[in-house]
């Protein structure tokens, strides 16, 4: 089957890990652009520019659900890491199962929670395993009481993504390792999320950036979404107790 009716040169395409990464209880991804589609096979460009050490943290056989849009539509197929080309390119078997689907919108809301983060290009494999250690030692971790208040920041947040100023200066494609408090004396969440979008206009010296997460726990992004059903009821019960 040829896809080119759906994928275009430069489109931005998002791989999400199939078992055994998803099945071990997190997100695994990272976006790529499509660069050239052969009999059975798609050409794809990293935009982390990892090299040396840094290299492509991802490999051979390893299977992906590729997702991204075409036409106003979701497009969705599975294929396979078949092998590396140069520095910033891989090479991915695709199947013939591809799907067509309506994007559902995903819940978001503004809200103020705690948030640190720290920023980088060109460093993907470092940052997932910095992001590998930090689920680790939270999950050993018994009391978290006594964690240090985080810095506050105003958020939109949702369980895929979020939305919030950066110190400048930031690029599209830059990672960002986060460590969230929504909540006081509950255990932070730490997800891997890479820049997808900027504004165009700076407020003093930092830029609203739009984040999608690579790497977060599943069952963190169940704890995304019982904070925004919780803060969207809290929310409601305060503005019928106001007074008219």
Same mark, same amino acid.
């Given at each position: 089957m040829r896809y080119s009716k759906y994928f275009k040169n430069g489109q931005k395409i998002f791989l999400r890990a199939r078992p055994p990464a998803s099945a071990s209880g997190r997100v695994d991804a990272l976006t790529v652009y499509f660069c050239e589609e052969g009999p059975d096979y798609f050409d794809l460009a990293l935009p982390y520019g990892a090299r040396g050490e840094e290299s492509f943290p991802f490999s051979a056989g390893m299977s992906f659900e590729i997702l991204s849009d075409?036409?106003?539509l979701g497009v969705r197929l599975t294929g396979t890491i078949r092998e590396k080309l140069g520095e910033e390119t891989i090479r991915l078997q695709v199947n013939n199962d591809l799907q067509i689907f309506q994007r559902r919108?995903? @819940?978001r809301l503004d809200s103020m929670i705690g948030l640190r983060y720290t920023k980088g290009q060109g460093t993907l494999r470092t940052f997932r395993q910095q992001w590998e250690k930090n689920i680790r030692i939270l999950q050993s971790t018994?009391?978290?009481s006594q964690v240090p208040a985080f810095p506050k920041a105003r958020v939109n947040l949702s369980r895929s993504g979020i939305r919030f100023q950066i110190k400048a200066p930031v690029e599209v494609a830059d990672l960002c390792l986060l460590l969230?408090?929504?909540e006081p004396h509950?255990?932070?969440i730490c997800t891997l999320a890479e820049v997808v979008?900027? @504004?165009?206009?700076?407020?003093?010296e930092r830029r609203t950036a739009g984040m999608q997460f690579l790497n977060i726990l599943e069952e963190d992004q169940k704890?995304?979404?019982k904070y925004l059903r919780k803060t969207v009821v809290t929310a409601a019960e305060a503005k019928d107790k106001k007074p008219d």
């Open positions: 075409a036409l106003g919108l995903a @819940d018994k009391d978290y969230m408090r929504l509950n255990a932070p979008w900027l @504004d165009e206009e700076e407020t003093g704890r995304i979404e």
